[in-house]
């Protein structure tokens, strides 16, 4: 019965019956001939066919709920027996927001120094992409937003509060201030994450209550990208203090707080609301319970310093 759930998520990831044959490693027709056998025994039509994968029937919808809840605590199980003979070991894989990829060590690195069996794969993913990986068991946690857009049925912890910068060159317009308002920050040539990244909304928004438009002109899905033009001294851009700080300065650039108003959103850790939670995300939760004060000092703390 796993094999063929196995195979109904990875249906749900590929929507496409070779590609979700091969991530599972069998062959299009043993996995065709499984999806069958499972509708077989539920008495019910689980996928839309055609001459290509058509999507899943509103059955198939639910099977698919189901079969999330049982894989996971399949894989659950499995991992907290090994680490009861074992120890904590094996591969966590966790997606992040771009804006919150530099926090990721402050939470990898302890965890590590406790579980140095514990392999990592970080990915660099959207708000929305964090919640689907973690939706369809690709992913162990995510690092995102918690408090603009929906989250579903996660836990969630609290880590840092992300405050904005303007980034410019000191003899740009603006590069000499204290402080600059949103609707000076229109002003200057701007580069931007692209539309999809929940960061670049979010900026959007603050842009429009200041009664200006977002009209960078030039946009990206890489903050290093963002960055190095910053640094030709031809564009400005708009980041979080946090990851400001650790792309690091040099004497021409200058990351200015923003007011008027000063925005605040929370960045925090998000994982599977599962009874138990796999061990080695439940580890990381109670890690990232642990250094979240440690991490919201440090971010208060760069509030209003200047470069």
């Known amino acids: 019965m796993l094999d063929k759930l196995d195979f109904i998520l990875a249906l749900a990831r590929e929507h496409h019956f070779g590609r979700a044959a091969e991530a599972c490693g069998v062959t299009q027709p043993t996995l065709s001939a499984g999806v069958k056998q499972l509708e077989e025994q539920m008495g019910v039509l689980l996928v839309n066919r055609g001459s290509r994968f058509q999507g899943f029937t509103p059955e198939g919808e639910r099977v698919l709920d189901w079969a999330r809840r049982i894989v996971g605590d399949a894989r659950s199980m499995r991992e907290e027996i090994n680490a009861l003979r074992h120890g904590l070991s094996g591969q966590l894989r966790i997606a992040a927001i771009p804006t919150a990829l530099p926090m990721v060590a402050a939470l990898t690195t302890p965890y590590r120094e406790k579980h140095p069996n514990v392999r990592f794969t970080i990915y660099s993913r959207t708000s929305i992409e964090v919640l689907d990986l973690l939706g369809n068991l690709e992913i162990d946690a995510g690092i995102t937003y918690i408090e603009n857009e929906p989250l579903g049925h996660v836990t969630a912890v609290p880590l840092y509060r992300e405050r904005y910068r303007l980034l410019t060159s000191a003899d740009a317009p603006l590069g000499d201030r204290q402080t600059v308002t949103w609707a000076e920050v229109a002003q200057v040539p701007l580069c931007l994450l692209t539309p999809d990244m929940q960061n670049r ?15 960078p002109t030039l946009e990206s899905d890489s903050m290093i990208l963002l960055y190095s033009h910053v640094r030709t001294g031809r564009w400005a851009s708009v980041m979080p203090a946090k990851l400001a700080e650790t792309l690091g300065f040099t004497d021409a650039i200058r990351a200015i707080p923003i007011i008027d108003p000063e925005a605040v959103q929370t960045i ?40």
Do not use: K
């Not at 939670?277 to 200047?306: I, K, Y």
């Open 268 to 307: 925090g850790l998000v994982a599977p609301a599962r009874e138990p939670m796999m061990p080695t995300t439940a580890a990381l939760v109670e890690e990232a319970r642990r250094l979240a004060p440690q991490l919201d000092g440090l971010n208060v703390a760069a509030r209003g310093s200047r470069p």
């Open 201 to 215: 909304r979010i900026i959007d928004r603050l842009l429009q209550r200041a009664g200006v438009e977002s009209r």
